[in-house]
């Protein structure tokens, strides 16, 4: 999107020149430090009470269970997930599989309408640090100015006093952080053993904890928005996956340009200036460092903080708010008024059967899995005019409720069953269960070597759980 009219000139180059750098880096490719002011408004409030919402429900969710069943568990180790409280087995993985490729889908189709509202107000990345870490900087070192002043002057008592604490507390997060994050893979209860143990009884644990610790102080206390900019692969995607109808933040070029400083009493439409003062307030604001006048770039996440500044800056001088706002580039282009297309519509009435879709799938699995195989190098044997085949059953009860089983075959007829115990099978909710059976069958009734047969497992109301088919082996016969 250009922002100057007419015929190609030196500033329209220069104007263009920050697309082929980060804006976090100088010309020689050293960092440059983002001090964004602190930003208020109408938007920054709507965002930090998501924030604060989504920070609640991360601190919380691991102490929450359903049918005493964590509510998520990602316990790779122990192969163990829980996700809403339903566990999820090796045998399930195909419905993870799903739910990946829906994800990705989803993504996709979201930010095709709705741009990166993701990055802005959801993604942990952007929660933490500008809800949980820069809201430290801003208590400890101050706003912008002072903390470009700080950060300029020589180590002296006030500044190891301010950066040593900074650090401290920075530390002190991150391993709180890593404790909770390490609740999602072992569980609340294992983590609290841990501390109560000491790292010496389980140091593998203790250094994977300690990890993560490390990994959080880098991100949040150096790399910073370093991570939206090269690490997250979202921010390139998206230069892919927009397009002119995509919801974003957008800066009005028509309404604003030319730029002009702001004087009283001056009719800037006669004079041919547009709204944007060029009061830089947008800029200083943004915790990536980018100038949003110069359009859609890779570096802005959508976080909201240059319309409130800009809307302010408009307020104070009586101009109308909006000049930076969500908006589409058509909407900009044609300065029409935003409007919810038919595309917008079909694109969440779509993600909406996805989300459902993969709920169905998460919830229609069955409440019990059970296999039947023959152990490796047995063969039937021949008694009293009855084939007999031994079979170890492998029984998975999905559900949390206690279930009382019976097994039974369901074709062909006439087959019966030798339980190695008794006959009613006890399943725990969330066991795994393995034995043996006998399955006898009329040897006169055997039309081939093979025959193909089906066993089902019943609740106590005779309620068919689940069935397994399988080959029933007899003596070859020579058919005439």
């Known amino acids: 999107m250009s922002i100057q009219s007419g015929d190609i000139k030196s500033s329209d180059i220069e104007n ?76 399930d993985f195909f419905i993870l599989a799903l739910g990946a ?24 990345q ?15 070192e101050g706003d912008r100015n002072k903390q470009m002043k700080l950060d300029r002057q020589e180590w002296d008592a006030e500044k190891i006093r301010k950066r040593v604490t900074k650090w401290s507390i920075f530390i002190l997060i991150s391993v709180i952080i890593s404790h909770f994050m390490f609740m999602y893979i072992v569980g609340y209860e294992e983590v609290f053993k841990i501390m109560n143990e000491g790292p010496i009884e389980h140091s593998l644990k203790f250094i994977g904890m300690i990890g993560f610790a490390m990994t959080f102080y880098f991100v949040f206390a150096w790399l910073r928005e370093q991570v939206c900019t090269l690490v997250c692969p979202y921010g390139r995607l998206q230069g892919v996956l927009i397009d002119k109808q995509t919801i974003n933040v957008y800066y009005d070029f028509k309404r604003g340009e030319n730029r002009s400083k702001w004087r009283n009493n001056e009719d800037r439409k006669a004079a041919g200036k547009g709204d944007c003062i060029d009061c830089h307030q947008c800029v200083v604001v943004c915790p990536t460092g980018i100038d949003i006048r110069n359009g859609q770039q890779l570096e802005c996440v959508n976080c909201t903080a240059c319309i409130d500044a800009c809307d302010e800056v408009m307020d104070k001088v009586g101009l109308p708010k909006g000049l930076i706002r969500y908006a589409t580039e058509a909407e900009i282009e044609n300065q029409e008024t935003f409007r919810f297309t038919s595309r917008m519509k079909a694109t969440t009435v779509f993600l909406a059967l996805l989300i459902g879709f993969l709920g169905f799938l998460m919830y229609d699995r069955g409440s019990m899995e059970a296999k039947f195989i023959k152990p490796a190098g047995s063969t039937f044997f021949i008694k009293d005019g009855k084939i007999t085949n031994t079979f170890i059953y492998t029984l998975l009860n999905k559900s949390n409720e206690k279930k009382i089983l019976t097994i039974k075959v369901i074709t062909p007829a006439h087959a019966e069953i030798t339980y190695f115990g008794s006959e009613k099978i006890i399943l725990k909710g969330d066991e795994i269960l393995k034995g043996n059976i006998n399955i006898t069958f009329p040897e006169e009734d055997m039309q081939f070597s ?29 058919l005439l």
């Open 16 to 91: 263009e020149a920050f697309r082929n750098s980060v804006g976090t880096m100088d010309e020689t490719g050293n960092r440059k430090w983002v001090f964004p002011r602190k930003p208020k408004g109408k938007y920054t409030n709507y965002r930090n009470y998501v924030s604060y919402f989504l920070l609640a429900l991360f601190f919380g969710l691991p102490f929450v269970k359903i049918n005493n069943n964590p509510f998520l568990l990602f316990n790779v180790i122990d192969r163990r997930f829980f996700i809403f409280g339903q566990p999820f087995y090796l045998q």
């Open 101 to 124: 490729v829906t994800s990705v889908i989803f993504v996709m189709l979201f930010t095709v309408v709705f741009g990166r509202i993701f990055c802005g107000w959801l993604c942990p």
């Open 126 to 140: 952007t929660i933490f640090m500008e809800s949980v870490f820069r809201k430290i900087d801003y208590w400890i």
């Open 450 to 478: 093979k025959q193909n047969m089906v066993i089902g497992v019943f609740d106590e109301k005779g309620e068919m759980l689940d069935s397994f088919e399988t080959t029933f082996e007899g003596p070859f016969k020579l």
